[in-house]
């Protein structure tokens, strides 16, 4: 599992919540978990942010593959990607690059790795996708919706809105929310959006 941070956003998150999120996963033993933020990204690289994004999440899939026998115990693993807000769009692009990417889960996802490259790439993604946002978030706005019309090749689509969430997920309950998405595209958990069992974020 590979997790991918929102605009210049660190590899654990507003308080340690994607280092969390890892542990939780972890000990559920669901999969290996990855984070990682793009160090090199200044702000005059804005230009060139949204291909410094994808390409910065190839650099860790590439990794993840090539290290794959010592990360999990298996020369040939299935990839999921999750990404949040900019990570998402980056998520969205990047996935139908790889055969072992078979699930997708999009947090507020937003256009930020570039509307072309959505939309070439989203109709030729083939494995799960999974998108949740929050109905109070204004900066997602419609791109969810795009998503989903753009992924005709989807062997699943799904997509839940949390009520009262805004784009930063903020409140203790949001945060447990939150950390649910994670087992709920990658571990079949059926009681989402209910933050109960999910883990305390922040």
Known sequence: MISSPGFKGSRDGYQNKYRKVARWIQQLHIAAFIRYEIVWLTDNMMDSYENEICQALRVVIDYALAEAAEICQTS?????????SA????????SPEY??????LLIAPTIDA?????????????????I??????YIS???????????TSAQKI?????????????????GRILSKSFIWAFNNDETYPCPEGGVELY
């Open 114 to 130: 570039g509307r072309e490259k959505l939309q070439q790439a989203l109709p030729t993604y083939q494995g799960d996708l999974y």
């Open 87 to 94: 990570g998402a769009s980056a998520s969205a692009v990047v």
């Open 158 to 174: 799904r997509l839940v809105e949390v009520e009262n969430c805004d784009h930063q997920w903020t409140g203790k309950t949001n």
């Open 99 to 104: 055969n072992q990417v078979k699930k997708l």
């Open 141 to 151: 706005e419609m791109t969810p919706e795009m998503m989903i019309q753009l992924s």
């Open 132 to 137: 949740t946002v929050g109905d109070l978030d």
């Open 76 to 84: 040939d693993p299935e990839i999921y990607l999750a990404g949040f």
